[in-house]
């Protein structure tokens, strides 16, 4: 009867291979399960903000993560205001003022 060994190299390559594989699966995983939370405001104020202190804004949407939609305010200061999406006059005009500031004059 003759039973076939596996030599040593070929050992190694497979235990290598074995390694290469496991560790794909624990990285796609890890990637799945990451500790990255999106920052997101929970609610909304429709209180006034004082145009001066406003330095930037974003639209938060459900489609990035969030729970609901916003309109997020950046003060001088780096704290973030959250006022409903676009649904009042005072929300638009410090959205028009921030982008007419972001234009290059002519």
Same mark, same amino acid.
């Given at each position: 009867?003759?039973?076939?060994?596996?030599?040593?190299?070929?050992?190694?390559?497979?235990?290598?291979?074995?390694?290469?594989? @496991?560790? =794909?699966?624990?990285?796609?995983? %890890?990637? #799945?399960?990451?500790? $990255?939370?999106?920052?997101?405001?929970?609610? /909304? &104020?429709?209180?006034?903000?004082?145009?001066? @202190?406003? =330095?930037?804004?974003?639209?938060? %949407?459900? #489609?990035?993560?969030? $729970?609901?939609?916003?309109?997020?305010?950046? /003060? &001088?200061?780096?704290?973030?205001?959250?006022?409903?999406?676009?649904?009042?006059?005072?929300? %638009?005009?410090?959205?028009?003022?921030?982008?007419?500031?972001?234009?290059?004059?002519?």
């Amino acid at each position: 009867m003759i039973v076939w060994r596996p030599n040593t190299k070929t050992r190694m390559q497979t235990a290598t291979v074995t390694l290469l594989v @496991i560790a =794909a699966v624990l990285w796609g995983n %890890t990637e #799945a399960f990451s500790d $990255a939370a999106v920052d997101c405001c929970l609610t /909304t &104020k429709d209180t006034r903000i004082p145009i001066h @202190i406003v =330095a930037s804004f974003f639209h938060q %949407t459900t #489609a990035s993560g969030c $729970a609901i939609p916003a309109t997020v305010f950046i /003060t &001088k200061k780096e704290k973030r205001l959250c006022a409903p999406p676009e649904k009042n006059s005072w929300i %638009t005009k410090i959205i028009t003022h921030l982008e007419k500031k972001k234009k290059p004059s002519q």
